[in-house]
């Protein structure tokens, strides 16, 4: 897959947010869907053993709206009902953090900070710019959940030495569950994964009898969402990463770095789950910084002394010092009435 760097240009964020990445990125908005997916060479998807599989595309997920989904169903049901209830607004709608002025400093911080990291990070030819089918995506997705990006590309490459592609689902269906976890075993958590992947392909043939899923680009949001999350091993978190990378919607994904550093820095209340913080920062980020924010505060999460997962405590974050300190200067110099708390 051609990629190719995804930091923002001046294009995407306004004047007060100086951008000082050279490389250049297409903006992902909804009007450049159909144009951006055109641009790919689709490969040849063989349909899978059973060709009488019902073709359900354009069907909703289940069915009949009056029907009570169960087992599997139902699980999906409440994914997708707990995601609806904060689809378009913040779970914790009375909690001040984090403001535009918190995320623009933030931003300017961050980019002098980490852009070489993160631009380093996009250099990698096993890191997408783009995944331009939205199986594929879900699969990465999956291949890259509750691990490091370095495990996940370890599982790739030995699922490319063992099936060809990672996208070869004909033959990693016909090669069984056991085959599957060895091939992941190089990246870890290779028993959960080869299970959850091994039954979203079933559900995939099951629901179209192909391995097509990318009626999904011309579906709004909400459509999108359900049937994402209605995936086992699918969550808010994962499905984020397919409206992203794939389908561009330009939602803002908190991964553990993010919901870590939401946390230290008041970002979020106490008690917040990452899919109640995820919803939270997706409703008060601007959206010219969710992407660029995203992979920064994923890169500051890694490199912080003070910010990075096992910390000890004593120890000073000096970006957060910073941006207290310019949030500070931009409220000295605020009308009284435009002042706000500094966390």
Same mark, same amino acid.
């Given at each position: +897959?051609?990629?190719?760097?995804?930091? &923002?240009?001046?294009?995407?964020?306004?004047?007060?947010?100086?951008?000082?990445?050279?490389?250049?990125?297409?903006?992902? &908005?909804?009007?450049?869907?159909?144009?951006?997916?055109?641009?790919? =060479?689709?490969?040849?998807r063989k349909p899978p053993p059973d060709s009488s599989l019902k073709k359900e595309s354009d069907q909703r997920v289940y069915g009949d709206q009056d029907?009570?989904?169960?087992?599997?169903?139902?699980? &999906?049901?409440?994914?997708?009902?707990?995601?609806?209830?904060?689809?378009?607004?913040?779970?914790?709608?009375?909690?001040?953090?984090?403001?535009?002025?918190?995320?623009? %400093?933030?931003?300017?911080?961050?980019?002098?900070?980490?852009?070489?990291?993160? %631009? /380093?990070?996009?250099?990698?030819?096993? =890191?997408?710019?783009?995944?331009?089918?939205?199986?594929d995506a879900m699969m990465v997705a999956l291949l890259s959940q509750a691990t490091s990006w370095s495990n996940a590309k370890r599982a790739m490459n030995? +699922?490319?030495?063992?099936?060809? #592609?990672?996208f070869a689902y004909d033959a990693i269906m016909a090669g069984g569950k056991q085959k599957l976890e060895a091939a992941l075993r190089p990246g870890g $958590?290779?028993?959960?994964?080869?299970?959850?992947?091994?039954? +979203?392909?079933?559900?995939?043939? /099951?629901?179209?009898?192909?391995?097509?899923?990318?009626?999904? *680009?011309?579906?709004?949001?909400?459509?999108?969402?359900?049937? $994402?999350?209605?995936?086992?091993?699918? @969550?808010?978190?994962?499905?984020?990463?397919?409206?992203?990378?794939?389908?561009?919607?330009?939602? *803002? =994904?908190?991964?553990?770095?993010? *919901?870590?550093?939401?946390?230290?820095? @008041?970002?979020?209340? &106490?008690?917040?789950?990452? /899919?109640?913080?995820?919803?939270?920062?997706?409703?008060?980020?601007?959206?010219?910084?969710?992407?660029?924010?995203?992979?920064? $505060?994923?890169?500051?999460?890694?490199?912080?002394?003070?910010?990075? @997962?096992?910390?000890?405590?004593?120890?000073?974050?000096?970006?957060?010092?910073?941006?207290?300190?310019? $949030?500070?200067?931009? /409220?000295? #110099?605020?009308?009284?009435?435009?002042?706000?708390?500094?966390?």
């Amino acid at each position: +897959m051609r990629r190719s760097t995804r930091l &923002a240009t001046s294009a995407r964020i306004s004047p007060s947010v100086p951008s000082k990445v050279t490389k250049s990125y297409v903006s992902p &908005a909804s009007s450049d869907k159909k144009q951006s997916r055109q641009s790919k =060479t689709r490969p040849t998807r063989k349909p899978p053993p059973d060709s009488s599989l019902k073709k359900e595309s354009d069907q909703r997920v289940y069915g009949d709206q009056d029907s009570k989904p169960e087992g599997d169903g139902r699980l &999906a049901e409440q994914k997708w009902q707990s995601w609806k209830s904060t689809a378009t607004s913040s779970p914790f709608p009375d909690f001040p953090s984090p403001t535009p002025a918190d995320c623009e %400093e933030t931003y300017s911080v961050l980019n002098q900070r980490h852009r070489a990291a993160v %631009e /380093e990070e996009f250099s990698d030819p096993n =890191t997408p710019e783009t995944i331009p089918f939205v199986l594929d995506a879900m699969m990465v997705a999956l291949l890259s959940q509750a691990t490091s990006w370095s495990n996940a590309k370890r599982a790739m490459n030995s +699922m490319k030495a063992t099936y060809g #592609s990672v996208f070869a689902y004909d033959a990693i269906m016909a090669g069984g569950k056991q085959k599957l976890e060895a091939a992941l075993r190089p990246g870890g $958590l290779h028993v959960r994964k080869s299970t959850l992947i091994y039954s +979203m392909l079933q559900q995939v043939r /099951e629901r179209h009898g192909k391995w097509d899923l990318d009626y999904l *680009f011309e579906a709004s949001d909400e459509e999108a969402m359900k049937e $994402l999350l209605s995936y086992k091993g699918i @969550g808010p978190k994962c499905a984020f990463v397919v409206m992203s990378w794939c389908l561009k919607r330009n939602p *803002f =994904t908190v991964d553990t770095h993010v *919901f870590r550093i939401a946390g230290l820095w @008041g970002w979020v209340p &106490a008690k917040a789950t990452r /899919e109640k913080a995820q919803a939270h920062l997706d409703a008060t980020v601007p959206k010219k910084l969710k992407f660029d924010l995203h992979f920064l $505060l994923i890169a500051h999460g890694r490199e912080c002394p003070a910010c990075r @997962g096992g910390s000890k405590g004593g120890v000073v974050c000096e970006a957060r010092k910073e941006i207290r300190a310019r $949030l500070s200067a931009r /409220e000295e #110099s605020s009308p009284s009435s435009d002042k706000q708390k500094v966390w």
